[in-house]
């Protein structure tokens, strides 16, 4: 009896060793993620640290912009960026890093590019604008979201559905890109 007990625990013992001797260690990871689904503080988007097993996301915890910019650049901890990188610059996010001939250890105070998420979805900016607030229109080519042609370009981020998250190494692509002007116009008009 004790033998059965023991040949069926097994399994389970080697899972909670993480595969040790198996070969097969699976171990799961945190990212950084980016929603185009409103989020916190009445953000058009929302920022996440995205815990993954085997490519499936089993957990999300919303952050803020804030603490996403500290984090991202290294200089708050973070499960998501251990090794404190800057991976603003790692990933070429330009507009979030400090400019100048000699910038290796500044750091932004602010990412600009989120103020120019929201339009990824939407056509006009769905709130009231603030008094001397001035939005801009979106560049979503339906007025209630991207259109067909739109989302298959967000697919390359992970975004297959408007609820999906963009993760690790995709949110900062996605980040860059909505900073680029030539693909903010492909983005817009298609070509």
Not at 7 to 34: D, E, K, M, W
Not at 87 to 107: H, I, M, P, S, W
Not at 144 to 165: F, K
Request: hydrophobic fraction near 40%.
């Amino acid at each position: 009896m004790h033998r059965l007990r023991l040949f069926l625990l097994l399994p389970l013992l080697l899972l909670h060793l993480g595969g040790r001797g198996t070969g097969n260690a699976s171990f799961a990871v945190n990212r950084f993620g980016i929603s185009l689904n409103t989020g916190l503080n009445n953000q058009l988007y929302t920022i996440f640290i995205v815990k993954e097993f085997e490519g499936k996301v089993i957990q999300a915890d919303p952050i803020t912009r804030e603490q996403f910019v500290l984090q991202a650049q290294g200089l708050v901890a973070s499960r998501a960026n251990p090794d404190k990188e800057n991976l603003f610059r790692k990933y070429q996010v330009n507009a979030c890093v400090a400019e100048g001939a000699d910038t290796a250890n500044l750091f932004v105070a602010d990412c600009p590019v989120f103020d120019d998420l929201w339009k990824l979805r939407f056509w006009d900016y769905p709130f009231r604008p603030q008094e001397g607030q001035h939005p801009g229109k979106g560049w979503a080519e339906k007025r209630e979201a991207p259109s067909p042609r739109q989302l298959l370009l967000l697919t390359e981020y992970g975004i297959m559905h408007l609820n999906d998250i963009a993760r690790g190494e995709n949110a900062f692509h996605l980040l860059r890109d909505v900073g680029d002007s030539s693909w903010v116009d492909n983005y817009r008009k298609g070509y």
